[in-house]
């Protein structure tokens, strides 16, 4: 069964340093997101991409947050000055239409 | 602001009973709901989904049962069992970007 991948599993970095997180969405997938999860909270919207440009973001997504295709294949979040409260589990989903979300198993992003 | 919740955060079952989870959802314009189970260190796992021009539907033991008048959705879960065990999330569809708003989660906990 097709699935998302993320990598890295478990991240550690320092207060400051930049991170990229990396996914493989399902290959006929055209809607790709990113999630966030703070420990023992709900899942947050942070970005949805289509047609190799953000098609939407909340306030949760400021100038420290990018995403790009670099590829056909990864997507990746790039946190560019990390703070404490970016430590997350961070979720990758992907989408063949604007249906259902099929999310990874998550990236967990510990700042220190 | 949309948002959409969840009643109770713990539900504890018996195994073998029946599970009502519930979700109260404030968006009367959200046209998809998806009810989503995560197991602990995993990413959310798809159960069933429901559109707004159906007030319910039915998997494999489960149900979703969707009250636009009140703006209430739930899960239900037959013959519970330990591996049942997770939290569930609602989720609705906000816009055409295929953005998911989720809820707090509700907690089931199956007892032996």
């Known amino acids: 069964e097709p699935e998302v991948t993320q990598t890295p599993s478990h991240q550690v970095t320092q207060m400051g340093q930049e991170v990229i997180l990396r996914c493989v969405p399902i290959s006929n997938h055209l809607y790709f997101y990113w999630y966030r999860q703070i420990l023992g909270q709900k899942v947050e919207f942070l970005v949805s991409f289509y047609n190799n440009e953000i098609s939407e973001k909340s306030e949760i997504f400021d100038d420290q947050f990018s995403v790009e295709r670099p590829d056909g294949s990864n997507f990746t979040l790039k946190i560019r000055s990390t703070k404490l409260e970016d430590s997350a589990m961070y979720f990758c989903a992907s989408s063949e239409q604007t249906g259902e979300l099929f999310f990874g198993e998550g990236s967990r992003l510990t700042v220190l | 602001g949309e948002s959409v919740g969840l009643h109770l955060p713990t539900l504890s079952v018996q195994e073998g009973d029946n599970s009502i989870i519930n979700c109260a959802y404030s968006n009367s314009a959200s046209d998809y709901f998806i009810w989503y189970k995560q197991e602990s260190g995993k990413g959310p796992q798809f159960i069933i989904d429901?559109?707004?021009?159906?007030d319910k539907r039915q998997g494999q033991r489960v149900t979703v049962l969707l009250n636009k008048t009140v703006k209430h959705l739930s899960l239900q879960i037959a013959a519970t069992q330990p591996g049942d065990s997770a939290v569930y999330f609602c989720a609705e569809k906000g816009g055409n970007t295929g953005k998911l708003i989720f809820g707090q989660g509700t907690t089931l906990q199956v007892k032996p």
């Open positions: 429901i559109r707004s021009n159906m």
